[in-house]
């Protein structure tokens, strides 16, 4: 099956294509999917190289204010929010879901005043639905998803994203319950 119609628009660095397409490379049967694609009228190839270069530019003041904001936001979430979640459910032994603790994060997301920030909520939201999983079963992808299954106390992983005034940051972590001494 093709990709979709001409109306697909997918954005592509176009001055790297050659490059890609001629070595051997691992992008090189993307590449030429992509040239196959783009000739069966099934997708149209945008250059989206001045947007990414503006997006990765050099940053003013005021917007390394707000990034550094939306960093903070991130870290007290996960610090006050999430980490104070995670040691009461752990040391009252009641069990939790992933999917219901990624729920508690994203409310807090939603509305830090719960955690004693003073935002304002207009500028402030979750840049995706927060990633909660233990148990064994890890999906490090950024499309990940938490499950419905109860939280294991044995190694878990926490991702959560705030954006404040559109800007957005995002922040990881690896919790070991009762780790070995020896690891």
């Not at 800007?167 to 319950?177: A, E, G, L």
Request: aromatic fraction near 6%.
């Amino acid at each position: 099956g093709g990709l979709g119609s001409e109306d697909t628009k997918l954005g592509v660095i176009l001055k790297e294509r050659e490059h890609n397409i001629s070595e051997d490379g691992i992008l090189g049967p993307w590449e030429r999917k992509l040239t196959e694609a783009q000739e069966a009228k099934e997708v149209t190839l945008v250059d989206i190289a001045a947007g990414l270069s503006f997006t990765m530019s050099v940053k003013d003041d005021d917007e390394l204010d707000v990034m550094k904001r939306s960093s903070i936001l991130s870290n007290k979430v996960m610090k006050h929010g999430y980490v104070k979640k995670m040691e009461d459910v752990i040391d009252s032994q009641d069990p939790i879901t992933h999917d219901a603790l990624a729920s508690y994060i994203d409310e807090i997301l939603e509305n830090p005043s719960k955690i004693g920030l003073k935002v304002p909520s207009d500028d402030v939201q979750a840049c995706y639905y927060p990633i909660v999983q233990s148990g064994g079963n890890y999906d490090l992808k950024p499309s990940a998803q938490s499950t419905d299954k109860n939280l294991s106390h044995d190694i878990i992983l926490v991702s959560l994203g705030a954006r404040f005034k559109n800007y957005c940051s995002n922040i990881s972590r690896t919790f070991m319950v009762n780790p070995p001494q020896k690891v």
